[in-house]
């Protein structure tokens, strides 16, 4: 890690959760990081603990461009440039795709998990090739993007732009290669992970008897793809709690189940 000191991050959905965790682990390297999110406040906090000189809050509705071609505006212009990106924002509506009542609820969700994070690797590609720097992008992705026919409970939305956010690491690698620009990209899948969003859409329960992850572990993993060498890259890193099993533990899918009936009795 030690040639990202100085070095700046910029980090989606670091309000709280992973983007929180990373964030703090990112600044214990010495790396500059640029917190997004749409809770000013939160960010605040993070400052707070963090250090003003090492965690820069930045207001920003990931869904809009505009905001976030501004962010990467101002990072330019005040810290000189993005080294690293980590499009960890992530939005999960469980509303069954067939039962949802308008597009609206799709688009928040696609926009959220896949439109955003191709305009930021966008915006970092140009930086990191006016510069010619080297970079690297890390999207903290899900194992219902890799598995979600192991799942066996909706998530509308959510698996579909999780594929699609794999498949635009692959996509962004294709263009990286053929434009010579020295940026690795690596996706981290966790499995559950113990985070607000988790608890939105199954139950506050679940914290007391499942193996789940913690946001502190996937920032590890982003921290371990980081600190590989300059001549290696690791396009996939998929994360799950000891003694877990591919799928949902019969008492999260218990939950889950609760929650649907009630919700569509």
Avoid at 1 to 15: E, L, P
Avoid at 51 to 63: A, L, R
Avoid at 81 to 86: A, F, M, N, S
Wanted: aromatic fraction near 4%; charge should be neutral.
């Amino acid at each position: 890690m030690d040639r990202w000191n100085g070095k700046v991050a910029i980090v989606t959905g670091a309000s709280g959760g992973i983007g929180a965790a990373t964030s703090k682990a990112l600044a214990r390297h010495g790396v500059k990081v640029v917190g997004l999110a749409r809770r000013l406040d939160k960010l605040k906090e993070q400052q707070a603990e963090i250090g003003k000189n090492k965690f820069y809050p930045i207001e920003c509705d990931v869904t809009k461009e505009q905001d976030i071609v501004k962010a990467f505006k101002w990072v330019e212009k005040e810290l000189g440039g993005v080294d690293i990106l980590v499009n960890n924002a992530g939005l999960a509506i469980d509303t069954p795709i067939i039962e949802t009542e308008s597009a609206e609820e799709y688009h928040k969700v696609v926009d959220t998990n896949l439109i955003a994070p191709a305009i930021c690797s966008r915006e970092f590609s140009r930086s990191i090739k006016k510069r010619n720097a080297f970079g690297h992008i890390i999207n903290i992705n899900s194992i219902a993007g890799l598995y979600a026919e192991s799942l066996h409970i909706p998530l509308g939305m959510y698996c579909p732009s999780k594929y699609g956010l794999r498949a635009l690491g692959t996509e962004l690698r294709h263009e990286i290669i053929l434009l010579k620009l020295k940026i690795k990209i690596t996706n981290i899948s966790p499995g559950a992970v113990l985070t607000d969003m988790l608890k939105g859409i199954a139950h506050k329960e679940i914290a007391t008897d499942l193996p789940i992850l913690k946001d502190h572990d996937i920032a590890d993993a982003v921290i371990y793809a980081l600190g590989t060498p300059s001549t290696v890259e690791i396009p996939e890193i998929t994360v799950m709690p000891q003694n877990e099993i591919i799928g949902v533990p019969q008492n999260l899918k218990d939950l889950l189940d609760k929650k649907f009936e009630s919700k569509h009795a």
